[in-house]
């Protein structure tokens, strides 16, 4: 829990600097709270960089020592009894939980039913966006589908099917989590502005297994967007990139075939089913990045999510399912969410060099402000 402090001056008796308030029983700012709880949960043992234990703690050095951090956390009374999602081995999770303990009330509804009734609304409102732009669009080029109206990826619809995808996904992106609204509105910007980009990848992948059952033609942009793997020429306008469009191709090239390399091996030894997609879109929300400054309440808010997903899926492989044993099953969906952490990270830096090496995006503020 956190308190306000009535002193204007106080500092974080770990890392020295500027806190107004107290975390887990002492006066300490939140990215030190965050890192002692982590190291709690996690029970990870850092070693010392130095050997001697006795580093100097800064905020924002990424060279401080984890050891030493941790170890003056204990020290200035750090005590941490909050929830805890203890890392374990996947089928010691499965196995650990109880249908009649601690389960979310079968009289309402589900949060994977809450989750999947919320993402396919998501998709048909987008759907309906972009057809609307599409069909209205000269040099728009249908692609063959039986049962889909999809398109040749342009570029120009590209960034205005991202715009709408933002706009759209901030609805759901609270149906999973309605609590978010109690929270300042900062920091639910800071939140979605972490999940929106695990959301799109998740999005695009299960969408283009869906559509194509393969990743060897198409991958899907959008809802009604592909882009053909085939033609890296059409993934840009003509006069993009200058002197340099050639290196910039070749780099996109590069980021789709590791992107693929990342990702396509576990989703298609997972076979997902939808429901298993919905409790991955509720998983992949709790894994945070561990540089954000988060409150804890929120992290609170995102340990039930997490629990509720996991107590859900279980009841779906024991009575839909009819599976005694689930532990395979939600293991490939642990290995996803650990695929699409990397993949997230890739995005990253690719769309940071995009816009600072050769200059895209220059007028897309709202890209520039959800993504870098």
Not at 149 to 156: F, G, I, Q, T, V
Request: aromatic share 10%.
């Amino acid at each position: 829990l956190s308190f306000p402090m009535s002193t204007d001056n106080a500092i974080c008796r770990v890392c020295s600097t500027p806190s107004n308030s107290t975390h887990f029983g002492i006066q300490a700012c939140r990215a030190c709270a965050s890192f002692f709880k982590r190291t709690v949960i996690s029970g990870r043992k850092y070693p010392c960089r130095s050997g001697l234990r006795r580093c100097e703690i800064a905020k924002y050095d990424k060279f401080t020592c984890r050891r030493c951090r941790y170890d003056k956390c204990v020290a200035a009374g750090m005590v941490y009894e909050g929830l805890m999602r203890v890392g374990k081995k996947v089928n010691e999770q499965a196995q650990e939980f109880h249908p009649d303990t601690n389960l979310p009330s079968t009289s309402k509804e589900s949060l994977l039913d809450r989750i999947g009734k919320a993402y396919e609304q998501n998709i048909a409102k987008r759907q309906e966006r972009e057809l609307t732009v599409l069909r209205q669009c000269s040099d728009a080029k249908r692609i063959p589908h039986l049962t889909q109206e999809l398109y040749s990826c342009n570029p120009d619809f590209l960034i205005a099917s991202i715009n709408m995808t933002i706009q759209e996904s901030w609805s759901f992106f609270h149906s999973v989590g309605p609590s978010f609204k109690e929270l300042v509105y900062q920091e639910q910007m800071d939140l979605y502005r972490f999940y929106l980009p695990i959301f799109t990848v998740v999005d695009s992948y299960i969408r283009t297994w869906k559509l194509w059952e393969s990743f060897d033609t198409y991958s899907m942009c959008s809802v009604s967007v592909c882009m053909d793997l085939h033609a890296p020429d059409t993934w840009l306008n003509e006069k993009e990139g200058g002197c340099n469009r050639d290196a910039l191709l070749d780099s996109m090239s590069v980021y789709v075939r590791d992107q693929m390399a990342i990702l396509v091996p576990s989703l298609k030894k997972a076979k997902m089913t939808d429901r298993e997609v919905y409790g991955l879109l509720a998983l992949m929300l709790c894994e945070i990045d561990m540089k954000m400054d988060v409150s804890e309440r929120l992290l609170s808010q995102l340990d039930s999510i997490r629990s509720e997903a996991l107590h859900d899926l279980q009841r779906y492989y024991k009575e839909e399912l009819g599976l005694s044993d689930f532990s395979a099953r939600l293991g490939n969906l642990m290995t996803i969410c650990h695929a699409v952490r990397e993949c997230n990270s890739h995005f990253q830096s690719f769309f940071r060099m995009q816009v600072t090496l050769f200059d895209l995006w220059k007028a897309e503020t709202q890209l520039k402000e959800m993504f870098l």
